[in-house]
């Protein structure tokens, strides 16, 4: 069984997200090849074969050609798997190859569990199980889903991948940067979020009087977000920000895969939640299984009664 793990480049850097697609073929058993159109300098430190593709030639984005030497390279290799990360750019290429393929694709994978693919559904409200039908099968994988130990090294075995003809098919102009943050959550020390646990937007008052108390922030998941109860500079995860608090408190938050890899790097997790099962019970330090509009106030009164003993001592 062999994937092929197709690594993402921007802006003259390699995306640390390439050595996740290792992570993944490592948990699926598979060996491994990979392909980065990119540079000599940026190539995966990796103990494997590594397809290389000059972005100064073929561009950082062009779909025709970059299919082409994915293709290419599936050519030479005969993967059972071709895998991307679940990125824009991932998104816009893996059909792209899967069709020229007419193999089966599995979009948002999060686990592997008895060799089947664990993906999101309905905004990742719900998950679904899925047996690719076709001896190929393209892939994208979940930011964060699979681990990848950064100071992993290796010494790949570097070939060269060129098209007999280039034509562009369209001219990249570059990335255009995303509006500015009201609301900087990556330099907070605190924060405390709300999920669609909290219940309604009236709620959230009473655990931003928490942030506030703790002099910290208030940040959200993406249902809070997409109720309209907070702003979206306030979301954390893989399509908000991403931060590394000291501590992360996290209320009515259930713990899906794209929330968990905007917080995964907080040095301590204090969870409230109803659900004992919820996903987030599996990265929280302490899991209080509870009320939130209960146990909320009395935490944000203790901590401030315990502000004015200090202030009252000094």
Same mark, same amino acid.
């Given at each position: 069984m062999k994937a092929l793990l197709v690594c993402e480049y921007r802006e003259g850097k390699l995306l640390d997200s390439s050595y996740e697609l290792v992570a993944f073929a490592d948990k699926l058993g598979a060996d491994n090849v990979l392909l980065l159109i990119g540079s000599m300098a940026e190539?995966?430190?990796?103990?494997?074969?590594?397809?290389?593709?000059?972005?100064?030639?073929?561009?950082?984005?062009?779909?025709?050609?970059?299919?082409?030497?994915?293709?290419?390279?599936?050519?030479?290799?005969?993967?059972?798997?071709?895998?991307f990360g679940h990125s824009s750019w991932g998104w816009d290429l893996a059909p792209r190859v899967a069709t020229a393929l007419r193999a089966g694709q599995v979009s948002e994978v999060v686990d592997i569990v008895d060799g089947q693919f664990v993906a999101g559904i309905c905004n990742a409200k719900l998950r679904r199980t899925v047996t690719p039908k076709t001896d190929t099968v393209v892939l994208t994988i979940q930011s964060g889903a699979f681990n990848f130990d950064s100071t992993r090294q290796g010494t790949p075995l570097v070939e060269r991948i060129e098209l007999s003809e280039v034509i562009p098919s369209l001219e990249f102009i570059g990335y255009e940067p995303s509006e500015a943050k009201s609301v900087d959550l990556t330099r907070s020390e605190v924060i405390v979020s709300i999920g669609r646990g909290v219940g309604k937007k009236e709620n959230v008052a009473v655990i931003s009087a928490l942030a506030r108390a703790l002099g910290g922030e208030l940040g959200a998941s993406r249902p809070a977000v997409d109720a309209g109860w907070v702003e979206h500079c306030q979301q954390i995860g893989a399509t908000g920000q991403t931060v590394s608090p000291r501590l992360y408190i996290a209320c009515g938050i259930s713990g899906? @895969?794209?929330?968990?890899?905007?917080?995964?790097?907080?040095?301590?997790?204090?969870? /409230?939640?109803?659900?004992?099962? #919820?996903? @987030?019970?599996?990265?929280?330090?302490?899991?209080?299984?509870?009320?939130?509009?209960? /146990?909320?106030?009395?935490?944000? #009164?203790?901590?401030?009664?315990?502000?004015?003993?200090?202030r009252q001592a000094g």
């Open positions: 190539v995966p430190r990796v103990n494997s074969t590594v397809y290389l593709a000059d972005a100064e030639i073929y561009g950082e984005y062009n779909p025709d050609l970059h299919k082409k030497i994915v293709l290419a390279a599936v050519e030479r290799e005969n993967p059972d798997y071709i895998v899906a @895969i794209q929330h968990l890899v905007g917080m995964r790097e907080s040095d301590f997790v204090f969870a /409230i939640n109803k659900d004992r099962d #919820a996903p @987030i019970a599996e990265v929280a330090d302490v899991l209080v299984v509870a009320d939130i509009m209960q /146990i909320v106030p009395e935490l944000t #009164a203790k901590f401030l009664k315990t502000e004015n003993t200090f």
